[in-house]
C-alpha cells in the first residue's frame, strides 16, 4: 500500500446507485468515482431528488448498490461484517430514532455498543470515550438531561457525540442542519470542521448549505443530473459546477462570493 493509499478512508469505483425491483432497476445516479481522506470534511449537495441519500444509504451498506465498487480502509464494504463495519463507520440520521427518554450520557454511552459485552457493562475505556466524546462537542453540562429536554440544535449536538464515542474513522451525516436555525446551522458545520482538525476523523455530510459548505469543506460531492464531481470547493468553483446546479431563472451563483443570489 503506497502512502497516498494509507491516507484514503473511502473510496468509490465506478460506483451505480438506484433501486432494483424483479422487473426494473432505476438508476439514480452512475460514474460515481471519488477518494475521501484521512482528517477531511466532505459536504454532498445537490439539488432535491438528485440522490443524496440513496448516495449515502449505498456508501453506509444499507442499500445494495446497482454496480461498481466501495472501499473501507482498504477493504469491499459488502465484505465487512456488521460488528466490524461499527467499528469503521458510524451514523448521524437526520431523524434520531433512539429513545428521548434516555439521558444524554445513556444515548451518547449507545455509540459504544461495537465495545461492550452483551450486557452492555462500561469498561474504563468506554467510559473515557464516552467523557472525551461529550468534552468534545462541549455538552458535559448536558449530560444528566433526558433528551426530549433538549432543543434541536443541542440534540443534534448529542447524536454526533454519539458518533464520536464509537470511535469510528468516519462519520457520515445526513443533513445534520435540518429544522436548524441559520446561527446553529452554521455551529453544527463549524464543530464538525472542528472535530476533522482535532480528532482526524473523516467526516462526511450531506446539506443544503452549499454556501456554508463551500466555506468550511476541504472536499465537496456535488451530484448533478448527468455526473457526479468531487473536488476542493475552489477548484469547483474555477469549473462552474455550481453555476449549473439549478435552473437559472430564480437563483444564481456568484463566483466572486462563492455564495447564491436570487436573480432580480
Ligand atoms: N425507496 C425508493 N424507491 C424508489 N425510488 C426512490 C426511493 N427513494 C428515493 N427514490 C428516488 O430516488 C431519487 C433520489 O432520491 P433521494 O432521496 O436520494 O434524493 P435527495 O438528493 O436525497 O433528495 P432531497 O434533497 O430532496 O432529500 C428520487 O428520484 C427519488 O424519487
Not at 482528517?39 to 454496480?67: D, F, P
Not at 446561527?183 to 472535530?195: P, S
Amino acid at each position: 500500500m503506497t502512502e497516498n493509499q494509507k491516507h484514503i478512508i473511502l473510496k468509490t469505483e465506478q460506483l451505480a446507485i438506484g433501486y432494483k425491483t424483479k422487473k426494473v432497476e432505476t438508476v439514480v445516479a452512475s460514474n460515481i468515482n471519488f477518494e475521501l481522506k484521512k482528517g477531511q470534511l466532505i459536504g454532498l449537495v445537490g439539488a432535491n431528488g438528485i440522490g443524496k441519500s440513496t448516495l449515502l444509504r449505498t456508501l453506509i451498506n444499507v442499500q445494495s448498490r446497482l454496480s461498481g465498487g466501495i472501499l473501507l480502509n482498504g477493504n469491499a464494504i459488502n465484505s465487512i461484517s456488521n460488528l466490524e463495519l461499527a467499528k469503521q463507520l458510524s451514523i448521524v440520521l437526520t431523524e434520531p430514532l433512539i429513545s428521548k427518554n434516555l439521558s444524554v450520557f445513556e444515548l451518547v454511552a449507545l455509540g459504544r455498543h461495537p465495545y461492550t459485552n452483551w450486557i452492555g457493562n462500561l469498561s474504563d475505556v468506554d467510559l473515557s470515550s464516552i467523557n472525551k466524546a461529550l468534552e468534545l462537542v462541549n455538552i458535559i453540562d448536558l449530560k444528566d438531561k433526558k433528551c426530549y429536554e433538549l432543543s434541536d440544535g443541542q440534540l443534534q449536538k448529542v447524536m454526533i457525540a454519539r458518533a464520536l464515542a464509537q470511535d469510528t474513522s468516519i462519520i457520515v451525516l445526513d443533513e445534520p442542519t435540518t429544522h436548524l436555525d441559520m446561527y446553529h446551522k452554521a455551529y453544527i458545520l463549524k464543530l464538525l470542521q472542528k472535530l476533522t482538525k482535532d480528532t482526524g476523523k473523516t467526516i462526511l455530510f450531506s446539506s443544503h448549505e452549499i454556501d456554508l459548505a463551500i466555506q468550511l469543506c476541504d472536499t465537496m460531492i456535488v451530484m448533478q443530473k448527468n455526473k457526479t464531481v468531487c473536488d476542493s470547493p475552489c477548484q469547483l468553483i474555477s469549473q462552474g459546477v455550481f453555476n449549473s446546479l439549478f435552473p437559472k431563472d430564480l437563483i444564481a451563483f456568484d463566483s466572486e462570493t462563492g455564495s447564491f443570489r436570487v436573480s432580480k
